[in-house]
């Protein structure tokens, strides 16, 4: 297996079609995607189709969402990375399972892609969305230095726009 990117405890490699259960998985716990406007997928096929349409966006865009693993285990803990939106903004994003949550994957793994956009792909401007509910995340992009810079409706919610600039 191919890695983009490591940290002291995780690795991160593109999504491909093997990875739909656990994608499936992933995107089935209410409370995982509760704050994202994302619903579950229908079945473990519907997460591999989308999986294997996600592959053109790597080699469109040249980076996406990544598979995020525990270095020590191997085991997907969920994913991150960052992603090209439609007005060329770099967004950061990350989800990861409830198991896992509190232990710093969320900062960890955004800080490691947000030094990844600066120092390997050379963009000025990094920006993410998180509902004004989300304390969790509003706390990791805090931690991940970004600031932010206005709010807007979305996801059937007020969400905060958040940004870093190199």
């Known amino acids: 297996m191919k890695y983009l990117l490591e940290t002291e405890r995780l690795r991160f490699r593109e999504m491909y079609a093997e990875d739909a259960q656990a ?28 999986l294997i349409a996600y592959r053109d966006v790597y080699k469109t865009n040249g980076y996406a969402r990544w598979i995020v ?7 997907i803990l969920g994913w991150s990375g960052l992603k090209l939106h439609p007005d060329k903004s770099t967004d950061v994003g990350y989800r990861f399972y409830k198991k896992h949550w509190g232990n710093g994957y969320a900062t960890e793994s955004a800080k490691a892609c ?38 807007e409706k979305e996801c059937g919610g007020e969400i905060f726009v958040w940004e870093i600039v190199k």
């Open 69 to 75: 693993e525990l270095k020590s285990t191997g085991e």
């Open 23 to 50: 994608m499936f998985q992933l995107n089935s716990d209410p409370e995982v995607v509760q704050y994202t406007g994302d619903g579950a997928f229908e079945n473990v096929t519907a997460a591999k189709d989308f």
């Open 114 to 151: 947000i030094d990844y956009g600066f120092s390997i792909l050379k963009v000025e401007r990094i920006v993410a969305h998180a509902r004004k509910e989300n304390l969790a995340s509003l706390r990791v992009l805090e931690k991940c230095g970004m600031k932010i810079i206005g709010e």
